[in-house]
């Protein structure tokens, strides 16, 4: 027995199930689009029925495919309005742990200079957070933390607030 395979003839049955076997675990961009927002109307529907779930709907959110070498998984974004907008991650194994849906509220920072996100826990979170930035017309800047034009990338996923 030789230690490494001869490639099968073109045509063989073993090439035939190899090409198989590559298109079945190759799902299509277009795929991972549609299964990052039925993932995120799923999620809202299930979760957030009495808000995201009355406001959203199928045409609002638009999936993205993965980008492996970025590191980043398929998502789904919908634009609220004003510079708000939702990113719904599909819960994919980070390497930590199966961590599921999570969905991230992101929207203008009051010191004019870019945005800030929050990580969303359900109906009830999103309420409270609701009625707080209503009164300030986005997140507060607070004074210790870098000017937003700085900060380069939103802190990875999962990760608590500081």
Not at 85 to 107: E, V
Request: with cysteine.
């Amino acid at each position: 027995m030789t230690d490494t395979l001869t490639p099968p003839l073109p045509g063989s049955p073993l090439a035939i199930l190899f090409d198989a076997a590559d298109e079945f675990g190759h799902v299509g961009e277009d795929d991972q689009r549609e299964a990052a927002q039925t993932a995120a109307l799923d999620h809202i529907w299930s979760c957030y029925p009495g808000t995201l779930g009355q406001a959203l709907d199928e045409e609002d959110w638009h999936g993205l495919p993965a980008v492996p070498d970025a590191g980043l998984e398929m998502c789904a974004i919908a634009c609220l309005d004003g510079g708000w907008w939702l990113h719904h991650s599909t819960g994919l194994d980070d390497g930590t742990g199966d961590r599921g849906p999570l969905l991230t509220l992101i929207g203008p920072c009051t010191c004019g200079g870019g945005y800030v996100d929050t990580v969303l826990d359900g109906e009830d979170d999103l309420l409270v957070l609701l009625a707080e930035l209503r009164g300030t017309g986005g997140f507060r800047h607070r004074p210790e933390e870098p000017d937003c034009t700085s900060i380069q990338r939103v802190r990875a996923w999962g990760a608590p607030r500081s």
